[in-house]
């Protein structure tokens, strides 16, 4: 069966310093996506990357970026000189290719909070 | 705007009642996702539907139910409601084999 784990519950950092969220998977099959959502104090998710698993290149998108390692299942998600705005609960998540099921699975989520 | 529209918003009711929620998702998307969030369970998938026909399980209650229509929204039904029902759910939707889901906002369901 699929896992996703997010063994940091909550991380603190003081704006401008970069912070680092982990995401390490569990799966037995050799196609996947691998996901990031973001949850604001808002409520809603707000889809940040789809990654497939042919694909470890790592991506910069601003001040985002995300490691992909097949080798250690994992799929870490950095903010470079974070802000205030970063504050939300991010998701890590997973989705099998093979199984014809689409359906996500979640991480934990770690909670965020960027102090000014 | 993810396109997906969930109403209502936010929902009172009491124990041992029924509610129904609804979703539309975006235009064009075929399978529509029910999530179910609470403080304890983290982000639970419920049950997926394709193009009208149930395609997945997840782990819902005998309790609830979900239908898609012919215009593709969706419905989650839940009854005999208890204290733990009280959650933030999602529906979410998606074009077949994207691999991504685009969530609504959310109904916050309060069982009193």
């Known amino acids: 069966a699929q896992k996703v784990t997010q063994a940091q519950t909550e991380i603190s950092v003081v704006e401008k310093e970069d912070v680092t969220l982990d995401c390490v998977y569990e799966?037995?099959?050799?196609?996947?996506?691998l996901f990031w959502y973001k949850q604001p104090p808002s409520g809603e998710l707000v889809f940040l990357i789809r990654r497939n698993s042919f694909d470890e290149q790592n991506e910069i998108s601003g001040r985002y970026s995300w490691n992909f390692q097949k080798s250690t299942s994992s799929f870490n998600f950095t903010i470079t000189a974070s802000q205030v705005v970063d504050s939300a609960v991010y998701f890590c998540a997973l989705s099998e290719f093979s199984t014809g099921r689409r359906a996500l699975t979640f991480g934990s989520g770690t909670r965020l909070q960027v102090q000014p | 705007d993810s396109g997906v529209t969930q109403t209502p918003k936010h929902l009172i009711t009491a124990t041992g009642q029924r509610v129904t929620l609804r979703c539309s998702p975006r235009?064009?998307?075929?399978?529509v996702y029910w999530y179910q969030q609470s403080l304890d369970q983290g982000l639970q998938f419920l049950i997926q539907y394709y193009n009208g026909e149930e395609r997945a399980k997840g782990n819902i209650l005998e309790r609830f139910s979900a239908q898609q229509f012919p215009d593709l929204h969706s419905e989650l039904n839940l009854s005999s409601l208890e204290l733990g029902d009280s959650a933030l759910y999602f529906c979410?939707?998606?074009?077949?084999?994207?691999?991504?889901?685009?969530f609504g906002e959310g109904s916050r369901l309060t069982v009193l």
């Open positions: 799966t037995r099959d050799t196609t996947y996506y």
């Open positions: 235009s064009g998307d075929l399978s």
């Open positions: 979410a939707s998606s074009v077949e084999g994207s691999g991504e889901l685009f």
